[in-house]
């Protein structure tokens, strides 16, 4: 099961105005083939259908674990997407076309379906689909194929990363390039340990290390780049017997970490009255929060 936290991983800058066409980029890393939804359900799939689990038990902790750090992905994703459409259109009567500025933006499905928020598609529009989950049963190969996706996935965030200098999406993108780091690291021990081939030293793919990224240091200073989670207070511990010794990329000791970060609050995102969201007046308001009180 999991246990939800009415928290994100990371504060996130709250922007004065957004960038609508920033967004659009954002969303490949959110619903695109090597977005956080493709890592979330990978894992969470191969998770679901892990054989053996008692005799390979160090594996399956391993990807189960990172399947609730990814549920986090998603969220922080999709959270900056919403940051990044504030301030875009205006309220006022419909006949002097508040949702004006929307005409000329990339994804105009974030004005018409969303009210302005994130969705589960890419850049292009395209939704995301299970046809991106590979869960062939092979201990070795979904390890194999969890290290490509992750490198697969760093690439993108570095292309988006240069793609926009909008703070709000290079702050999400600089923790995510760190984090993913770890996951490459994480499957490539993994690998290491289940076949004696030395995958660690293929990385970092692409050959540039995220101390060249101004928004992935802050992260990096932290140590986010050494720490593995189990993201349970009980469970998944023996990750300890895959993620030990020492970061190939500083030299510094690996650290298991039993449950999750601090995290940081969740974005209250404002009314939109232009897009009918949420919809609720005032009078509603105070009919609802009656309505609420009346039992307690």
């Not at 504030?86 to 990339?106: A, E, H, M, Y």
């Not at 290079?170 to 995958?199: F, N, P, S």
């Not at 969201?277 to 009919?287: N, T, V």
């Amino acid at each position: 099961m999991f246990k939800r936290l009415n928290r994100m991983q990371i504060p996130l800058s709250i922007p004065a105005h957004g960038d609508a066409n920033a967004a659009a980029a954002v969303q490949e890393l959110l619903g695109g083939k090597f977005g956080e939804m493709s890592t979330l359900n990978n894992y969470m799939y191969q998770s679901f259908g892990f054989r053996n689990k008692k005799k390979f038990k160090p594996f399956y902790d391993l990807v189960a674990s990172i399947t609730a750090e990814e549920f986090g992905h998603v969220e922080l994703v999709n959270q900056s997407i919403n940051l990044l459409m504030r301030g875009v259109t205006f309220s006022g009567d419909p006949d002097i076309t508040p949702l004006q500025n929307g005409l000329n933006k990339r994804n105009t499905y974030h004005f018409i379906a969303s009210a302005q928020t994130a969705l589960p598609f890419d850049s292009m529009g395209k939704s995301w689909t299970g046809d991106y989950v590979f869960n062939s049963g092979n201990l070795v190969l979904d390890l194999l194929h969890n290290f490509f996706l992750e490198l697969g996935a760093r690439t993108h965030k570095m292309r988006v990363y240069e793609m926009t200098n909008h703070p709000t999406a290079r702050e999400m993108i600089g923790y995510l390039l760190v984090r993913g780091g770890t996951h490459a690291l994480a499957y490539a021990k993994a690998l290491e340990i289940a076949t004696g081939v030395d995958v660690k030293k293929m990385i970092p793919v692409p050959d540039l290390d995220n101390t060249q990224f101004d928004y992935a240091r802050p992260f990096i200073d932290q140590g986010l780049d050494n720490i593995l989670y189990t993201w349970s207070d009980t469970d998944y511990k023996d990750i300890n017997q895959i993620w030990k010794g020492t970061n190939p990329e500083n030299g510094k000791p690996l650290i298991v970490k039993q449950g999750t970060p601090e995290g940081a609050p969740i974005p209250d995102l404002e009314d939109l009255p232009e897009e009918f969201a949420p919809g609720i007046d005032r009078d509603d308001y105070e009919r609802i929060a009656k309505k609420l009180m009346e039992n307690l």
